[in-house]
Each structure stands twice: as structure tokens, then as C-alpha cells.
């Protein structure tokens, strides 16, 4: 479409994004699971079965565009409040016009940006107006609803997942961009493609990018790292508080499980440019050294102890690379879980049998009484048996053996599976 110079002829100084909002569902890009023939959102509109929605997406991925379109679409009258400035006022006077606008036969599509920020109880006040239709409810929230939204509003809702726009979504905005401004951006290829880096999934801050740019007086292309000086980098999505904290370091995890150490360093890296806190990560790697390697390497565990250690001493951004280093020992490292599953093993059985006493003759006698009663009678003290071997029972009476723990025929472990075989074999010879 050709449209006036946005720098010519933008009087209303609105922003660019705001002046690119599509107009139809088939403007919008990137969500085409919701906004195709088949989508959920058309299918809504084409059988006039619109809900209360819950939109879950990243920043600038379309949420409040959508929200606007099924207003106008559904013929409902659209109210707009964000939850970050936002009260139980705010939502009383919206409710009341709602039930007004509904004896004329007038419905209303409220909806709620950042919903999330609502606490329980603000969230419940929506609840009967959502449950009678006084408004269609859409919620926006960049969190994981089953966490941040109270199950009794989730339930009356439909949540849908807007994806992260992809590099061909992102050149769709900046040739629509473009074609309203009637010019290139100034930049050269290898620029271009780290902008959309920089945009990091977002459309409305990559609309905001290019209005910078093509306000620029003219001149020679940019390269990147004239870009770089010219606009800044998106910060990453990452709240320490929130999902996404949890979605990396379960990303770094199993990456090193999955002993990927070059997708291990890759989340690692995520995370300390998102700001995590160093110690938090080196806590994690000792974490599972013992849960995921365990004796296969008993060396791992020590690499993760040192890392923290090393940290402790250079501090950043020196210390990172022992953090770095100890992911690539992890990640490489033979894997057993064989100790965190006998743990878990034995935890149950002492939770379940807590009570039972020790057999008599492992219990010392430190009195005459206690000897009478026998305490420690008919103990063999293994360095005087054959092979240093006794083979007697250390299980509750009324507890039968257990085996707990199962090495893996991986690392270390190989070695201590013969160990066990051995001294299974020399207690069957003594029974």
C-alpha cells in the first residue's frame, strides 16, 4: 500500500507502530495459528462465539492489536485498562457503564493489559461479570496464567499462546515500514539482519527502531556497529522473579543432562546476559553434579565447588568463564542419577518405618545394664574378619534388606557396581 511520507506528513505525531496497526486480521503477522481461515480467533468471529479470552505472549507480539480487532469485528464496544495503573475503581466504573451499554443492547469487550499484576483479590471482582457476559474479558499477560492468574478466573477463560514474531515477521513490519515511509532503511544487509536481533522478537520496539532510522538525515548506509551506536539493543526478557528465570535454568539443566555443552554454555550465556545472579547459576551446577552425574564422576562435583569458588575470587566478568567451564565439565561428564534415586529410596522407607529400632548388636553397651539387656552382643568388628567382611545385617530386624542403590555401568560407577557384586557375593558366602 502507498501512504503518505510518515515524516512528511505524520501532523498527529503518533508512533510508527501505532500508525502500522493492522486493520484486519490478515494484517497481523506471526499469529497466523489464531488468524488464518482456520484460526481460533476467526472461527470465534465467523460462529459469533466470542469468550473471555486470555492472550499469553512476549512484548509487542500483537495482544492489544487483537484485543482491538475482535472489538470491532464482534460489533462490542471496547474499553481499555492496563492493570499497572489500574485500581478497584477503575474496574467498578468499567463494570457499571458495561451493565448500562448491556440494557441497550450494547455488549462490551473489556480488556486488560498486564492482567497479571492484578492481585487475587482484584482479579476476583471480575468474576460475575465475566460468568452473566456483562463483558467479554481479554486479558494480555506476558506470564504463565497458571501461575499469575487465580484458577477460578482461568477457568472461565480461554488462554491462548501468541507466539515470539520470527525474522520473517519482523521483515514483513520493517517493508511496511518502508512502503509507508517511501524509503529503505539506511542500513547495510549485514545491519538490516542485526536489527531484527536487536528487536528480539518484539514488533512494536522494532517499529520504534525503524522510526528512529528513517528519521535519520540522508546519508551512507549503516553498518552494524554504526547501527549499534545509533539505537539501542532490546534488553532480553528475563524477570529473576518470574517464568522466565525457571525456564532457563531448566533450559541450562537439561541441556547438561542431555550433555549438549554447546546448548549448555548457549542458556548459561542467556542467563548471565539477562542479568541472573552468577552464585545462583554456580548453586544450580552443584546442584547437579550430585543429582545428575553423581559417582559416575565424583569429580564433578568438586569442578562445580571450584567454579563457585573461582567466581568468589575473580568476580565478573572474569569469574563467568569458570562458570563456563565448569558447564562444559558437566555437560561432558558420564551421567548417573543411581545416588539421587537411592536417596529418594531410603527417604521413603525412613519416612514409613521411622520407628523401628537398629538390630541389638550394632548398638553400643556403654553401660552394665545395656550390656545385660544385649546391647552390642554378637557385633563382629570387620577389620578382624576375613577380607575385613562381616556380612552381617544393619537393617531393622523387622525391615528386610534393601538394595537402594543401583550404579550404572557408566564412569566411576562401573567400578563401584563390582564393588557391591563383590560384597554381595562375600555376605551370601557368610550367611
Avoid at 522473579?241 to 531448566?250: A, D, G, P
Avoid at 554447546?262 to 551446577?285: K, S, T, V
Avoid at 550390656?371 to 575385613?388: I, R, V
Wanted: charged share 25%; glycine share 8%; net charge neutral.
Amino acid at each position: 500500500m502507498k501512504q503518505p511520507s510518515l515524516l512528511k506528513n505524520n501532523t498527529s505525531h503518533r508512533p510508527l507502530p501505532d500508525l502500522l496497526r493492522p486493520s484486519s486480521f490478515a494484517d497481523v503477522v506471526g499469529q497466523e495459528h489464531l488468524t488464518a481461515t482456520d484460526g481460533a480467533l476467526t472461527r470465534m468471529i465467523a460462529t459469533n462465539s466470542l469468550t473471555s479470552i486470555i492472550f499469553w505472549g512476549p512484548p509487542g507480539c500483537g495482544k492489544t492489536t487483537l484485543a482491538r480487532l475482535l472489538a470491532e469485528a464482534s460489533g462490542l464496544h471496547l474499553e481499555i485498562l492496563s492493570a499497572v495503573t489500574s485500581g478497584v475503581g477503575d474496574l467498578r466504573k468499567v463494570f457499571d457503564a458495561a451493565e448500562a451499554r448491556e440494557a441497550d443492547g450494547q455488549g462490551t469487550l473489556l480488556f486488560v493489559d498486564e492482567i497479571h499484576r492484578f492481585n487475587r483479590a482484584q482479579q476476583d471482582i471480575f468474576l460475575p461479570y465475566v460468568e452473566h457476559g456483562t463483558v467479554i474479558l481479554i486479558g494480555a499477560t506476558t506470564e504463565n496464567p497458571s501461575f499469575e492468574l487465580n484458577g477460578a478466573l482461568l477457568s472461565r477463560c480461554k488462554v491462548l499462546v501468541l507466539k515470539r514474531l520470527d525474522e520473517a515477521a519482523l521483515e514483513q513490519l520493517i517493508a511496511r515500514a518502508e512502503a509507508w515511509a517511501g524509503k529503505k532503511l539506511p542500513l547495510e544487509p549485514e545491519a538490516r539482519a542485526s536489527l531484527l536481533g536487536m528487536a528480539d522478537g518484539d514488533g512494536r520496539y522494532l517499529l520504534s527502531l525503524c522510526a528512529e532510522l528513517l528519521a535519520l538525515p540522508e546519508g551512507k548506509p549503516l553498518d552494524t556497529a554504526k547501527l549499534c551506536a545509533v539505537v539501542q539493543k532490546r534488553a532480553p526478557l528475563y524477570d529473576k522473579q518470574q517464568e522466565s528465570h525457571y525456564n532457563l535454568i531448566s533450559a541450562l539443566h537439561k541441556s547438561m543432562r542431555g550433555s549438549d555443552a554447546d546448548a549448555a554454555l548457549y542458556w548459561l550465556c542467556r542467563m548471565l546476559d539477562g542479568g541472573e545472579n552468577p552464585l545462583y547459576i554456580a548453586r544450580r551446577l552443584v546442584r547437579f553434579a550430585v543429582e545428575d552425574i553423581g559417582l559416575a564422576d565424583p569429580e564433578a562435583v568438586h569442578q562445580a565447588l571450584a567454579a563457585k569458588e573461582v567466581y568468589d575470587f575473580l568476580g565478573s566478568p572474569e569469574g563467568e568463564l569458570a562458570l563456563a567451564q565448569a558447564v562444559i565439565y558437566l555437560a561432558t561428564a558420564p551421567k548417573s542419577n543411581a545416588a539421587y534415586m537411592a536417596y529418594k529410596g531410603a527417604v521413603k522407607d525412613a519416612k514409613q518405618t521411622g520407628s523401628l529400632m537398629p538390630p541389638m548388636h550394632i548398638l553400643n553397651a556403654p553401660t552394665k545394664l545395656m550390656q545385660e539387656l544385649g546391647y552390642s552382643k554378637g557385633y563382629a568388628y570387620d577389620h578382624d574378619q576375613e577380607d575385613a567382611f562381616s556380612g552381617q545385617n544393619y537393617f531393622p530386624g523387622d525391615l528386610p534388606r534393601r538394595e537402594y542403590y543401583q550404579p550404572v555401568e557408566r564412569g566411576f560407577e562401573r567400578d563401584l557396581r563390582k564393588r557391591l557384586e563383590y560384597f554381595a557375593k562375600l555376605r551370601e558366602k557368610k550367611k
